[in-house]
């Protein structure tokens, strides 16, 4: 995805330049390999900096929040879909957008490769043009690896890699992944004896430092005051005792129920390796299956939890 | 005492030995990265790490702990009156800490020891921890300890500095707390002329890599106005999601959260300490709802003016960051304190 | 090592409502254990950890004058989550203070000089305990004179009525007492905001020294108004208040710039003020 590069600086130049936004919302090539940042360019002449690759990984939908000027968005499949999701909650103007849709082909798992490189550091990554393999380099050694046996879990098993809503297009869109299995995972838990599911969270969060940074790296979270900051009632306790913690990725993932993308951003950010997609990925099977419903596909609808439909199945509730 | 060197393959029984003695805490692997966790009955023990992705200040300052404890039952002659947790430290070591790591205790010491008051909590811990460091022979890019006041193997706050030889760890003692635990050591011989040879060179070429420069020789003579005022944070902090990833990684942030839980039946409760982190909005909010820093860029610049310039005037000796990169390597939007430092240096 | 978090267990000695709208209440304190009143000495300015078991600490302002012996005390607003549930709280009830803490007025400076205290709404408890310290027959004669100039949104909000009234009458202090606005046909004090009141009565900042304390908003409006009539930053006393915890200058929130609120302040001059960020 690379080759996006300079079609994305064009663009944002030619929106910027003809005052179609105040400001663009895009990525800048990290310091860190495998790590882009997020940035915010508002004069022509900065486009530059934007640069574009699969280590996008941080949902740009976050910093549309509040924002009421207009403003240029890149938006991959999942970002659009949390831009449609952030406008039908009243979180971001249609109107005030020029969404640029970029056909995505996924985002690299940076701890996969870290994995396959044996823990050895890592000082550059090169990506290929068309992107299907790409190059590790550190001190003493060079290894190309297959894009598509390295992309981030969500990426993996995604069935939106276009953007359902946009202005305007980087690219042709990208064929979409036929055939994927969404909810093995998911499914491999459901079997599980209570006990045993009990014991795979809680191994699963152990390591949890309260951080919040899978809640903030999420846009679905922009509550002004989340559950877990109030004082007065105090819902959550502060420390590290595992029922707090569990109290708030349990809460956090249901309060995403019908809402989420499955962006990865949650799992992506956590600092200490936690499948937080474990959470949010059950109930969006469960929307899928209750519901019939994917967030984010259109403006027109929405969410199941937000509406009352005579046809909502109630079987479930006892 | 003389410095000791041990092979790598009584190395695991060295440990072991030091149990007796201490509460040892070593490097774990724990799926994909290293941390500190204590030596016990099955624990592996794994020095093959770059360092470890939690840094060892839980060691002074775990992340939670109580500090009083009391009743809240009005049939006690003592209810609601807090009892201090009177649990003993024993003596404890860390081996294989980092060197920049150790010296992170050495700046945080200065705000949890001071003339007026002493935190008893982080001092307790502290005096009863042994540091047995282990030299970098392979220093990250990330890293950047020899502008902030370390090095891949300095000594400040170590009571021992392990060389890594290869197949063997040079153990040098810096302290009398350092010698007293080579003392307790089972096995080793005494460090021969060839294995200094061989560490000093090691130490040579480690520092001919150089670790990459970052620019903080201006910061204290910047007016602290106008580094406050600069036109940069708003950008800086654009990226910036206010998680506490950077603060809970860091071996040098300390700030702290005191909160009351309780329970009932039978209705008792702790004062716990947490950490804390000036990233998140409710750490500096008023009752009555003001928040002096209520923006996301005023809570970045504060973290920033904080390592860079706030400590740096008051302690004038050096930023309060000891350079280990973890920040730079896990920030999930990529801010790096390294260019931030240039940015304010140059202003 | 002797504990800085540990508070002295006090028992709630009496609780005085303030004010009209019950949100603001004086709570006085007794030693459990009396010699912990020797170790508590405190000055005027100082603060305190008012500790609650099971609920948690807040710092408050020490109303209490170190010349009144045998009780601490404490005026607390209702606003969060400790204060709400110490106004549930009845005389006889055991609790926890801790301090004191900070720095204070500063006295020495202040000696031989006229004495300018300005003060709104539910701030002026720091206030009434120097006012008290000063008013003591063996401190009188240190000060020249004293003004005083305290304002609150209307008569029931005053704090400390009874006393205000008796200061009102006392020709050892110029007392102005004032009120945002009022309908009581009845009230023989002020009218106007404090920053006016301020302007009309204090004519001199010759020897003075002035204190203010109170809302962010009255101190804006203030500091221009001693200002014009000259008193330097160096001169102007100002006491603030930012999140703390710790109180001890060890959990880092309360930090403006290099400072500390609990621990080098809350009692700052303007001068020094100015060297800061504006983090408060």
């Known amino acids: ?199 795979f969270f809680e191994r699963a969060i152990s390591s949890c430092i309260r951080c919040y940074a899978c809640r903030n790296a999420c846009p679905l979270c922009y509550c002004p005051t989340c559950f877990v900051d109030e004082s007065k009632p105090q819902w959550v306790g502060k420390s590290i005792d595992p029922a707090d913690t569990m109290t708030f990725h349990f809460l956090r993932a249901y309060h995403c129920a019908g809402r989420c993308t499955d962006c990865g951003a949650c799992e992506r950010a956590c600092p200490v390796g936690i499948p937080v997609r474990q959470f949010t990925k059950k109930l969006n099977k469960d929307c899928i299956e209750l519901f019939d419903w994917e967030a984010g596909l259109s403006l027109d609808s929405r969410p199941p939890l937000d509406v009352y439909r005579k046809e909502d199945p109630n079987d479930f509730i006892r | 005492m003389s410095a000791k060197i041990f092979s790598k393959d009584e190395w695991a029984g060295v440990l072991e030995g030091l149990k007796d003695a201490y509460e040892v805490y070593v490097p774990v692997k724990e799926g994909d990265f290293h941390n500190f966790r204590p030596l016990k009955e099955g624990t592996r023990p794994s020095f093959e790490f770059q360092n470890t992705r939690m840094s060892p200040k839980f060691l002074t300052e775990p992340q939670s702990e109580r500090m009083f404890e009391y009743t809240l039952d009005k049939n006690q002659p003592d209810a609601h009156i807090l009892k201090e947790d009177e649990k003993e430290i024993p003596p404890r070591a860390v081996v294989g800490i980092r060197p920049c790591d150790a010296f992170a205790f050495q700046l945080v010491k200065r705000n949890f020891d001071t003339p007026r008051y002493k935190d008893p909590y982080w001092l307790k811990r502290y005096e009863a921890t042994t540091f047995v460091g282990l030299g970098c022979n392979d220093p990250c890019e990330t890293c950047f300890c020899a502008s902030a006041g370390s090095g891949p193997f300095d000594r400040k706050g170590l009571d021992v500095l392990l060389y890594d030889l290869g197949d063997a760890y040079l153990a040098q003692p810096l302290t009398d ?55 940069f944070w708003e950008d800086v902090a654009f990226s910036c999601i206010n998680c506490g990833t950077c603060t809970f990684l860091c071996p040098t942030c300390w700030c702290f959260d005191i909160q009351d839980e309780v329970q009932m039946l039978p209705m008792v409760g702790d004062r716990m300490r947490n950490w804390d982190s000036c990233m998140f909005p409710l750490f500096t909010l008023h009752g009555s709802g003001h928040n002096p820093r209520s923006s996301k860029t005023e809570r970045v610049r504060q973290r920033f003016m904080h390592k860079l310039k706030y400590y740096v005037d008051k302690y004038d000796d050096g930023i309060q960051c000891v350079g280990c990169g973890r920040c730079v390597q896990f920030c999930p939007v990529n801010i790096d304190i390294r260019e931030i430092a240039e940015k304010m240096n140059a202003l | ?274 060297e800061l960020p504006p983090d408060y």
């Open chain 2, 177 to 231: 707390k350092g010698e007293a635990l080579l003392e307790k050591t089972d096995g080793g011989k005494e460090a021969d002329e060839a294995s200094w040879k061989k560490a000093q060179g090691l130490t040579r070429q480690v520092a001919g890599k150089g670790s990459r420069r970052v620019s903080t020789d201006k910061l204290r003579e910047k007016d602290v106005n106008a580094l406050y005022e600069a036109p």
């Open chain 3, 1 to 274: 090592m002797e504990n800085p978090y540990l508070p002295y267990p006090v028992r709630i000695d009496s609780i005085t409502t303030e004010t009209e709208d019950r949100n603001l209440k004086t709570f006085k304190f007794v030693f459990l254990n009396p010699e912990d009143e020797a170790k508590f000495a405190y000055t005027p300015g100082q603060f305190a950890e008012l500790s609650i078991a099971g609920k948690g600490e807040i710092p408050i302002g020490i109303a209490s004058s170190p010349t009144e012996k045998g009780f601490i005390a404490f005026t607390v607003n209702k606003v969060g989550k400790v204060t709400t549930h110490l106004h549930n709280m009845r005389e006889g009830d055991v609790m926890g203070v801790r301090g004191p803490l900070g720095n204070w007025y500063p006295w020495e400076q202040m000696e031989g000089k006229n004495v300018v205290i300005v003060g709104g709404g539910f701030a002026f408890t720091t206030l009434r305990s120097s006012i008290i310290y000063m008013l003591e027959p063996e401190n009188r004669s240190r000060f020249e004179n004293i003004t005083v100039v305290y304002g609150a949104r209307s008569p029931g909000m005053l704090l400390y009525k009874d006393e205000l009234m008796a200061w009102e009458k006392r020709d050892d202090l110029d007392m102005h007492i004032t009120v945002d606005a009022t309908d009581d046909p009845d009230w023989k004090y002020n009218v106007g905001f404090v920053p006016a009141i301020t302007e009309e009565k204090v004519t001199s900042a010759e020897n003075a020294v002035a204190i203010v304390c109170g809302p962010p908003i009255m101190i804006r409006f203030t500091q221009p108004v001693l200002e014009k009539l000259g008193f330097p930053p160096e001169n102007i006393i100002l006491s603030l208040e930012n999140r703390m915890k710790c109180g001890i200058g060890m959990c880092g929130r309360c930090n403006i710039g290099e400072k500390l609120v609990c621990k080098d302040g809350p009692v700052f001059s303007l001068a020094e003020l100015k």
């Open chain 1, 1 to 199: 995805m690379i080759e996006y590069t300079e079609k994305i600086r064009e663009i944002a130049k030619k929106l910027l330049e003809e005052g179609t936004v105040d400001a663009f919302i895009g990525y800048k090539k990290g310091s860190v390999p495998m790590m882009n940042e997020p940035v915010l360019v508002r004069d022509p002449a900065d486009v530059d900096v934007l640069h574009w690759d699969s280590n996008c990984g941080l949902n740009l939908c976050n910093y549309l929040t509040g924002r009421t000027d207009k403003v240029g968005i890149l938006a991959t499949g999942c970002n659009s879909r949390n831009i449609v999701t952030h406008v039908i909650e009243n979180q971001a103007d249609r109107e005030r957008l020029y969404i640029v849709g970029v056909p995505c082909t996924g985002v690299i798992n940076h701890r996969a490769v870290k994995r396959a490189v044996k823990g050895r550091e890592i000082t550059e990554v090169v990506e290929e043009p068309g992107g299907e393999r790409f190059t590790v380099k550190g001190p003493g050694y060079e290894e190309t690896f297959e894009k598509a046996d390295f992309l981030q879990l969500n990426c993996a098993t995604c069935r939106h890699r276009n953007p359902v809503e946009y202005d305007e297009l980087v690219a042709e869109e990208v064929p979409e992944q036929q055939a994927v299995q969404a909810f093995k995972d998911v499914e491999k838990i459901e079997q599980m004896e209570p006990q045993k599911k009990w014991d």
